[in-house]
């Protein structure tokens, strides 16, 4: 395992505050957020990939207006079919126990399967980046075993498996948390290990400071906290910019 399965932790954080300027649409009945100029969908595409709170929480809405700024159309879809975990849930309610048997990968990949398809049928983009948060960094380091995504960003990830780390063909940004009890340090190691055995092209920042949940959750009243997610934003940005110009166009 590269990193261990969800838990409460990655229920709880912060709301942050902002007014989102994209929409909500539905296609062939999944929801999706969707923001910045869908003229750029064909070239540029960004498949953004929750943590357990989902697409409504306003915290993704703004990462993915900011992401769209940068030059790409960017779409978040449901994939907990109207059912996303409870941001700091009560006292009695265990995410293992109350939530994730519902969102095994069983169930989750035929959706992230209908995503792809949606995708393909409606925009047929020619770049595809994905961003992966908490629960979504599976399905993005999953996507970068197949043709579809050229690179992804992860963000504290959890229950990414170590073969899924060695199907990886395109390139893979990790931005990993100093404290995180699901990317361990010992993970954090073996997954650099493998990504060195395949020779993968990648790039892994350890932030200083912060815990699970930084780069979507996290209190960014707190400096260090801003600074680290600030800080993700633009090495996956740039990461994103680096394989476009060097990788694609070449």
Excluded at 193 to 218: P, Q, S
Excluded at 223 to 231: D, H, V
């Amino acid at each position: 395992m590269a990193s261990l399965a969800p838990g409460n932790c990655c229920a709880k954080g912060f709301k942050h505050t902002g007014e989102a300027v994209g929409k909500f649409i539905t296609l062939d009945g999944i929801e999706y957020y969707v923001t910045g100029d869908e003229s750029l969908a064909s070239t540029k595409f960004h498949l953004m990939l929750s943590d357990i709170i989902g697409h409504r929480l306003i915290n993704a809405q703004l990462l993915a207006d900011e992401y769209a700024k940068t030059g790409y159309f960017v779409v978040i879809p449901d994939l907990f079919s109207g059912d996303p975990a409870l941001l700091n849930p009560p006292e009695g309610y265990d995410v293992f126990r109350d939530w994730a048997p519902k969102h095994v990968p069983e169930i989750t990949q035929p959706i992230v399967d209908q995503v792809v398809k949606t995708i393909q049928s409606k925009w047929n983009p020619t770049f595809v980046v994905a961003t992966g948060f908490c629960f979504g960094a599976k399905y993005a380091v999953r996507l970068l075993a197949t043709d579809f995504v050229k690179v992804s960003a992860i963000f504290h990830p959890s229950f990414v498996t170590i073969d899924e780390i060695r199907a990886i063909k395109g390139a893979l940004y990790i931005g990993a948390s100093e404290d995180d009890y699901m990317l361990t340090a010992p993970l954090r190691r073996q997954t650099e290990d493998v990504l060195l055995e395949i020779k993968a092209k990648y790039r892994l920042t350890l932030n200083f400071g912060v815990e699970h949940g930084f780069a979507i959750r996290g209190d960014i009243s707190q400096p260090w906290i801003k600074y680290a997610k600030e800080r993700v934003f633009g090495d996956a940005v740039d990461w994103f910019n680096a394989v476009y110009e060097i990788e694609y166009k070449k």
